[in-house]
C-alpha cells in the first residue's frame, strides 16, 4: 500500500539551531501534502499545505518564517524549523494522500520528535 | 467552531468486549468524508476505517465498524472484541469537498484491560 517516509525520527539539538524534516511518499505521486504538529497528549493539528511547485499555504498563527515549507518534488516536502527554540519541541508529523478528493485516506509518516534544549 | 468533536477524553474496556467511541462532526459542506485514526505511543498514525457522507452503508474494516448517523451528525466508531493491542489514542478526522485538509478531533485515549 501507499507509504509516506519521514525523516528523521528524532532530533535532539541546541538552541538556533536550523532543523530540516523530510517527507517522502514512497510509491505515489503527491502535489500536495500536510504538516502537523501535535504537543504532547493532544490533537494533531494542521501547520501547512505543502503544494508542490509553488508556496505552500499556512494555518493562522504558523509562522512561515519559522517553519519553512519546500515542496520541490511529486516526492518529497521538506519542513526547517529555524533558529530553533525550546517552546518548538514538539512532535511534528507528515501526510499525503493519492487521491484528496476520494475515500483515499491520507497516509501518514511516523512522525518527528523534536527536542530543543 | 469546533468542527470535530470527540467527547471522551479516556475509555476503559474489557478484553473480548466491545467499546464505542463517539464522534460528532459539523460541516455545511453536503461532501465530505469521515477517517477514523489510532495512535499508538509510538506516534504514528494508522488508518482504521473510512465513511463517506453519500454511502448508504455503514463502513465495516474487520473489527471496526462506523456507526454513521448522517441527520445527527455522528460517525462513532466501534470496536469488537477488543485486544490489548487496541490500548492507544483514536482520533476521529473529517475532510471536506471543497478544502483538502483533514481536521481532527482531540482524541480518545482507549485503555484494555485483561
Redesign the interface.
Known amino acids: 500500500g501507499a507509504v509516506v517516509s519521514q525523516h528523521p525520527s528524532r532530533v535532539i539539538c541546541k538552541s538556533g539551531t536550523s532543523v530540516k524534516i523530510e517527507c517522502r511518499s514512497l510509491d505515489f505521486q503527491a502535489t500536495?501534502m500536510?504538516w502537523y504538529r501535535q504537543f504532547p497528549k493532544?490533537?494533531?493539528m494542521?501547520m501547512a499545505?505543502s503544494n508542490e511547485g509553488s508556496k505552500a499555504t499556512y494555518e493562522q498563527g504558523v509562522e512561515k518564517d519559522k517553519f519553512l515549507i519546500n515542496h520541490a518534488s511529486l516526492t518529497l516536502s521538506t519542513l526547517t524549523v529555524t533558529s530553533a527554540h525550546p517552546e518548538d519541541s514538539s512532535?511534528y508529523?507528515c501526510?499525503a494522500a493519492e487521491d484528496?478528493?476520494s475515500?483515499q485516506?491520507?497516509?501518514?509518516?511516523?512522525?518527528t520528535?523534536l527536542s530543543i534544549l | 467552531a469546533q468542527k470535530i468533536t470527540q467527547t471522551q477524553p479516556g475509555m476503559f474496556v474489557q478484553e473480548k468486549e466491545a467499546v464505542t467511541l463517539d464522534c460528532t462532526y459539523d460541516t455545511s459542506d453536503p461532501s465530505y468524508g469521515l477517517f477514523w485514526y489510532k495512535q499508538p505511543s509510538s506516534g504514528e498514525m494508522i488508518f482504521l476505517i473510512y465513511q463517506g457522507s453519500y454511502d448508504q452503508q455503514n463502513a465495516t474494516e474487520g473489527r471496526y465498524s462506523l456507526n454513521f448517523q448522517k441527520a445527527r451528525k455522528s460517525a462513532n466508531l466501534v470496536i469488537s472484541a477488543s485486544q490489548l493491542g487496541d490500548s492507544a489514542m483514536y482520533f476521529c478526522a473529517m475532510r471536506e469537498r471543497n478544502t483538502d485538509k483533514l481536521i481532527f478531533g482531540t482524541g480518545t485515549r482507549l485503555q484494555v484491560f485483561p
Not at chain 1, 485516506?105 to 512522525?111: A, E, S, W, Y
Open positions: 500536495t500536510f493532544k490533537s494533531l494542521l499545505t512532535f508529523i501526510s484528496l478528493y475515500n485516506p491520507q497516509h501518514f509518516g511516523d512522525g520528535r
